[in-house]
């Protein structure tokens, strides 16, 4: 079988997702290309393909201009990876989505200046175009990318997992936020990271995105039974679900 | 081999050294702190252990059947298992999480025997040791009791700072001896490490509402009711914690995953949970699926079910040791059982409240009297049955409005258990219009019976407790209701006494149960009489004086029931016991007429006796200046 050709891509983001694909460490990267070809990655180089098995795409589709070369990577790629929370989810992008006076807010007087426009919402990749696969996680997990990209190879249909976070948090036995006197979404947020998080002591923002069920109303409810002002436990964490908000 | 050729003693000052030993020669293993928690893990030094602990946040399970576990090893067309069990000493395991790797034991050995999880257990020595403190949420005491532990190999019982009592249970157990320097416990040891260990089943804060036996029953009628688990199960976030942390919870998911290679790789287990809501998914093919439990109340019931119910036949009990972890550790907090069975219990009240406002509140039942005895010169004992053949239900303490058109309707308690279904009875004292008509009925007879009504004694504060029942002249009526009750679930129970005492001999009641009483090793039977002829054998003097029969804690709970003279000396020789106002409860009698708080006879300040009572904690009412 020839080796799959992958492209990689990105959009608005902050590229930590790319940085974090190369951290594998020399000897697992250089594996990983053995059995892949990158044709196209704009870290690494900038030759031009035709035709992909695999498009790998990084950051949110915020700007109109974006949706022409979102259609274009779709139109020459085999299966379409979103990678990260910017693009699976919206991510941090998505925060302006509630907010009008985000542009003054962050850019001042500079504000108005053409090239600083964007779309009203931050959305996910496929806001704009279908994706075949999702890789969750600000930034996302290097080890789950190559589950995917391992079963892809295979012709597997990956396993993304579709519970909560506290379901790896309790197995790593952590001590719950919630029991220190802290608080937590670990339990609307979507696993596969392993929990890092409540297990560093430092609770969970959901940076891979709620599970395809979330019980918002008892996210807000516990935490306000934790002792949360009402209106910070409704907006609390929106920085990765923004988009995924049932108000959204 | 006798007992007392099993049971060793290690005195405290040699303890350290005994873990020492053992900690240089095995792969020592036990609850460790963790910040202000507590898990199992390994132990490096002495002070490591911390048979102190109250709950590990995972149980035991997790050294056999480990969250994530290779099964096999792949490599292109080669594959292995991954079997490679470690020999441990898993050290101060509580006597719940012994049940419960007992049950995981048997799940695991059922049918087709997993050498995954049974080469791991083998290779493990599991030493229990007694409850030190009792974690928050946990209802033990009350759960499955009939099931024993077993299938560990030693048990530690601490005896203050004296030591500990080793009970060995195996030859595993019998050879860490070596490690210590042990000497047979002696009698009074092994004495005091069973009331050590029996002394602290009654002391968890959380009990459940219903005996185990019921519990199963009570549940199942449930099933159908989805409106009541999806109300349960609203803050569901279908987490699987509750799963996660349970240690009778089994099941799991298997993923293969491949190796950087893409050649070799190993196929997993993990821990899987029934509440989160892909569990029960299936996939239909071209991107549909279909799960067979879509809702959070559908998934909570399972769960519910799991532990009440289903496997109930193969465990003969419940599949929950009552440890708590999964009540301590549900953020939204509703995954605690006793918390489930309280609301199927106040269901149950609900109905039948609902099932009265469409009566007319004063209609009696037809009963038919199946016996009828004169007990005494104005006693006549019967026993009942309705007319229509349907079953009673009440509990002992309650009463019924009992009567004969033309004459009244008067308050009668229930002097039988409801253990003891379909029949009750009830003593009648004549005393006047009504009383007398009653006590010329015959068998075949019938008279016309409403209720049960008002509040019996407090089932679920007493079980589990040292009980202790005074009663006077007629007052063995009710409580006999509960001795009874008591007599037919004695393990729900721990000590057991009662005062009986009668103004003469002539007056004495139920003279069968007497003799039983007396002669069973069940219960702590004492009697006396105010005054009697020379052929009276027994004991002479008022009812106080059986307190110096019997040495009493002060954790006892105590039930009186006589006449109101009574109430006040008995309560002056429990408070010289120290017993808590609280733990005292006072049958009261009132004139009564509705005998549901509407007519206002029998009201004492703002309580009615017949809707709040007749039973009362003697906290709730001593300081009512109309009730004693
Ligand atoms: C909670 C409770 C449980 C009782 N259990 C028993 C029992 O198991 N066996 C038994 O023999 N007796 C019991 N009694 C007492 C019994 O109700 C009275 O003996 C009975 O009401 C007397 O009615 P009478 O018509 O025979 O007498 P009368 O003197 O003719 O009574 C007239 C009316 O006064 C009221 N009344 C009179 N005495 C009492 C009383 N002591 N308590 C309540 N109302 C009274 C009744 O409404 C009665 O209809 C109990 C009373 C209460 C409150
Ligand atoms: S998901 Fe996070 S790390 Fe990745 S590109 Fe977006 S902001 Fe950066
Ligand atoms: S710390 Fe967070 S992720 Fe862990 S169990 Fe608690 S709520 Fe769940
Ligand atoms: S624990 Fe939560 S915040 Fe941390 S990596 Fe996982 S999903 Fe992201
Ligand atoms: S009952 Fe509680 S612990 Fe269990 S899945 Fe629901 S929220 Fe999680
Ligand atoms: S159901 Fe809860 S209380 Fe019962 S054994 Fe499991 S974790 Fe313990
Ligand atoms: S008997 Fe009528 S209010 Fe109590």
Redesign the interface.
Known sequence: MAKPKVGFFDFSSCEGCQIELTNYGDA?FV??LN?IDIVEFREAMSEKAEHLDIACIEGSFTRKEERTRLEAIRKRSDVVISFGACASTGGINALKNHQTDFQEYVYGKDAGAAHLQSNAKALPIDGAIKVDYKVFGCPMDKYEF??II??L??GKTP?IP???V??EC???????R???GDH?M???ARAGCGAPCPEAGIPCEACRGF?????EA??V??LI?NGMPEERARNKSRIFTNAMRSDA | MSDSEKRYFIKDYDFSSFLNNLMESENLVGPIA????F?FGKINKTEDLRLDYDIT??PPK?FFFP??QKLIEFDGENYRDCIDPQKMVLFGVHFYDIKSLDMTDFFFSEGQPDNNYLANREAATVIGSSVQKISERAFWGSIGRDVKPKGHDGFLTRLGDTGYVYDVTSYKGEALLTYGNFRNATKEEISKAEKVNEDIMHQCNAQLPFPTDKLAEKVRAEFKNEELWDELA????????CN??CPTCYCFDV?D??N???KSGSRIR??D?CL???FAQVSLGSGTSENFRNT?GERFRHRIMRKAVYLNDKLGGPACVGCGRCS??C???IADPVGVYNRIMELEKEAEIAARKSQNIFMPRKAMILRAEQTTATERHFTLKMADGSSVHFEPGQMLEVSLFGYGEIPIGYASSPTRTRTFDIVVRSVGRVSKALNKLEVGDSMFVRGPLGHGFPLDKLRGQNILIVAGGIGLCPTRSLIQYILDRRDEFYNFSLFYGTRSPSERMFLEDLKSWDKSPEIDFFETVDTAEKSWKGNIGVITTLFKKKALTPDTRVIICGPPIMYKFVIKELDTLDIDHGNIYVDLERRMKCGIGKCGHCQINDKYVCKDGPVFPFSEIEDLEEAL
């Not at chain 1, 599970?211 to 019980?215: A, D, E, V």
């Not at chain 2, 963790?34 to 928690?37: A, H, I, P, T």
């Open positions: 697992d594996e990983l059995h190559l589950n391992s079963s190879l295979h396993e579709d519970y909560p506290c379901v309790k197995r790593n036995e952590t001590i719950c919630f029991q220190e937590c670990g339990m609307v599970i395809s069920n979330p019980n008892s996210l409810q516990v039974e | 963790k910040k202000n928690k898990v946040i995972l997790k969250p994530a609203e803050k569901c976030f279908s987490c699987g914690t996660t942390v993923h995953k491949w950087l290679d893409q993990y821990w949970a989160t809501s892909e959070r301590t550790s953020t939204a907090d």
